[in-house]
């Protein structure tokens, strides 16, 4: 069964840096899109940015400029650097993935296990 593992959290002081990582384990036939989510304490969780089937890339306004979505060529293990952290960057990451396992298999949204990621000023 496919499954997808988020790498990378930690951590890190303001201003500092972290790269995570979301790796496909299982058997995968195609992805779509691919994106990133995290969830603070005591809040719903919300989108950060996504790389889209074009591969075109969006981000919310929060991390513009400061956090870089990227994926392999295989587009089976997804990327975010983080650049600037912020003590509100604190939060569970976790990487999202539209995919196919098999060719015959519908699209089925997968979710990561989540990666703490906490920013200390």
């Known amino acids: 069964q496919a499954e997808f593992v988020e790498s990378g959290g930690g951590l890190v002081q303001l201003g500092g840096s972290l790269r995570l990582s979301c790796v496909a384990s299982?058997?995968?036939?195609?992805?779509?899109?691919l994106g990133w989510y995290r969830q603070a304490p005591g809040k719903q969780r919300e989108w950060v940015a996504t790389i889209l089937t074009s591969g075109a890339t969006i981000y919310t306004n929060a991390v513009k400029g400061r956090f870089t979505i990227s994926g392999d060529t295989g587009r089976t293990t997804i990327y975010l650097q983080m650049d600037s952290l912020q003590p509100e960057d604190t939060a569970v990451y976790y990487c999202?993935?539209?995919?196919?396992?098999?060719?015959?298999?519908?699209?089925?949204?997968?979710w990561g296990q989540g990666t703490q990621v906490t920013v200390s000023s």
């Open positions: 999202k993935v539209e995919a196919q396992p098999t060719a015959s298999y519908p699209r089925t949204q997968y």
């Open positions: 299982g058997t995968i036939d195609s992805t779509f899109v």
